[in-house]
């Protein structure tokens, strides 16, 4: 599939402006972060781009959430890997029946942790006036460690960065690199 024909996907199942502007900035700190690990950033991209595929469809009920991505992703042509991998974002929440589920592979935790660490990111962003320019990992180091500064992010799930082996701020680098790079599509300075 293209990306063209991923982001209409899109579309066709989400129509919030909010939720688009997360799943863009997922696929950029996907990208990036595939980039810097050696990964192949169109697969990893792609990932990101359509982790939430279903989400328009569930959020009134986020239980359901992840239930109907397998078969709109089936249907769209992607293969079992893939679709396990997006499922696998899911691991520990009460939907899909993945409260009791873990992830087990780097490209899990890397898709958990991406996806996760733009609700930070974005946080912090509107609070310089929706300036990622001049974020600097040091400073987003400090919002994630005040646990009240964007409190529904669940930073043990940003910690997984670890499972890929990178530090925090070695992948806070990366992920504002990657939103950096698509700022003004995401209505961000």
């Known amino acids: 599939m ?3 024909d991923a982001v209409s996907l899109l579309k066709k199942h989400n129509s919030d402006e909010n939720d688009f502007n997360h799943y863009l900035e ?9 980039k810097k690990l050696g990964e192949n950033e169109e697969y990893w991209g792609m990932l990101g781009l359509l ?15 992840l239930t109907k991505a397998p078969e709109i992703l089936k249907e769209a042509g992607f293969d079992e890997e ?19 589920e873990k992830r087990t592979e780097k490209i899990q935790h ?11 990111i974005h946080a912090y962003t509107l609070m310089r006036g929706k300036r990622i320019s ?5 400073g987003l180091m400090k919002k994630f460690k005040d646990k009240a500064f964007a409190a ?12 890929f082996s990178l530090s925090l701020n070695e992948f806070f680098e990366i992920a504002i690199e990657g939103i950096k790079s698509i700022k003004g599509d995401v209505g961000l300075e």
């Open 2 to 4: 293209t990306r063209y």
């Open 26 to 34: 997922s696929e950029a700190v996907m990208r990036e972060l595939a």
């Open 51 to 65: 982790h939430d595929v279903d989400w328009g469809l569930t959020k009134e009920n986020s239980k359901e959430h």
């Open 82 to 100: 893939f679709i396990r991998t997006i499922v696998s974002h899911g691991c520990g929440f009460d939907c899909a029946e993945l409260l009791n």
């Open 110 to 120: 890397a898709l958990a942790a991406s996806e996760t660490v733009t609700g930070l």
């Open 134 to 138: 001049g974020m600097e990992a040091k």
């Open 152 to 163: 529904k992010v669940d930073r043990e799930i940003i910690k997984e960065c670890e499972n």
